[in-house]
């Protein structure tokens, strides 16, 4: 469907309408049994390059997956093919078990989207945009002033309530789109660079807020250069190259695919030499290295051996005060994965 805004024209997709293309009881079936966002074999080409090539995931329901890559792996693409606004070439994107390009203002009414880059309506106030989004998804009249009041606190928006568009900074318009997307609580967020133009105060409001939403049982799918943003928020992530997705899976999956060897990094009281003596003796422990009170190895089994090993040290009378494993970060897996290959 298409409004008016002055002299603007936007396309908005209107959940509440249903074209011919009803949800069958097999895709109901298979988004209950699949997952929540399913790109299946999905493919787009421009002219003679593939931007996207044959693409295949599965993101359950509640899961919060971060798609990394350099620029031109196909992120963006993948993204709003997902939502809608490309048609693939091939392959399709089901959302909650609605085809979204068969069906695509049925599968609006689950999907919350934030490109990139995005317009806003400049002349309106904060509230009035808002405002304008919740009736295009058809929400309850009775619901929506206390949706957009809710919604702007969840932004940190409230002492711009009242404000005109145009008189906000970067980061503000940024947590407005956010707002704009979640407006009619979808199911499925679909996040392009969110935290783009955002201040550290602020980027943290939002992987707080998209926790919360997690909580509240959403799904998200978000892509970000900033891959600190993502550790210790996504559940699961997907490095694209060229148009593929070189891994997938969650973090701990991935690590555990890549590394041979666990990290650990230890403490102790009194002297270096029993502790270097006892872990040197072990047969999957390799790369001691100590200095002082503290020290770091590598170590070739499963926890449960781990914990062996620390059990070890304590009897052979090694006062331990500190013993964990180095976890990698995502920038970690990142590196070690990516070829840095682009269009």
């Not at 295949?56 to 031109?72: D, H, K, M, S, T």
């Not at 995005?118 to 009035?128: A, N, P, R, T």
């Not at 609580?185 to 943290?204: H, I, M, T, Y």
Request: hydrophobic share 45%; charged share 25%; with cysteine.
């Amino acid at each position: 469907m298409r409004r008016r805004r002055g002299n603007q024209v936007v396309r908005v997709f209107s959940p509440a309408a249903t074209r011919a293309h009803p949800v069958t009881a097999l895709d109901l079936l298979a988004y209950h049994v699949a997952g929540m966002i399913r790109l299946e074999k999905i493919r787009k080409e421009f002219d003679d390059l593939v931007a996207v090539n044959d693409l295949e995931v599965v993101i359950p329901e509640g899961e919060v997956y971060g798609l990394i890559g350099p620029n031109g792996a196909g992120k963006t693409t993948t993204i709003r093919m997902a939502c809608g606004l490309l048609s693939p070439t091939g392959g399709r994107a089901v959302v909650a078990g609605v085809d979204v390009h068969s069906a695509p203002e049925q599968a609006q009414q689950h999907i919350g989207y934030l490109s990139d880059f995005f317009s806003l309506y400049e002349d309106l106030k904060v509230w009035e945009y808002l405002d304008y989004f919740a009736h295009a998804y058809k929400m309850p009249e009775g619901q929506i002033p206390g949706r957009i009041d809710q919604v702007i606190q969840e932004v940190g928006l409230e002492v711009k309530r009242d404000a005109l568009i145009k008189g906000l900074s970067r980061g503000m318009k940024q947590r407005l789109g956010i707002a704009r997307a979640i407006i009619h609580r979808p199911r499925v967020l679909l996040l392009d660079e969110p935290a783009s133009g955002l201040d550290p105060k602020a980027r943290l409001d939002l992987r707080n807020l998209l926790r919360s939403l997690r909580d509240q049982g959403a799904t998200v799918l978000i892509s970000s250069h900033i891959l600190t943003e993502l550790e210790g928020f996504c559940t699961s992530i997907g490095l694209m190259e060229r148009g593929r997705m070189v891994r997938s899976g969650t973090l701990q999956e991935i690590t555990a695919a890549e590394s041979q060897y666990r990290v650990v990094r230890f403490a102790w009281l009194g002297e270096a030499a029993a502790a270097e003596a006892w872990l040197k003796a072990q047969a999957k422990v390799s790369n001691v290295l100590v200095q002082r009170s503290e020290g770091v190895f590598r170590f070739a089994g499963p926890e449960e051996e781990l914990a062996a090993v620390l059990a070890g040290l304590i009897a052979a009378g090694v006062k331990v005060v500190g013993f964990a494993e180095v976890k990698q970060t995502v920038e970690d897996l990142y590196l070690k994965l990516s070829r840095n290959e682009v269009m």
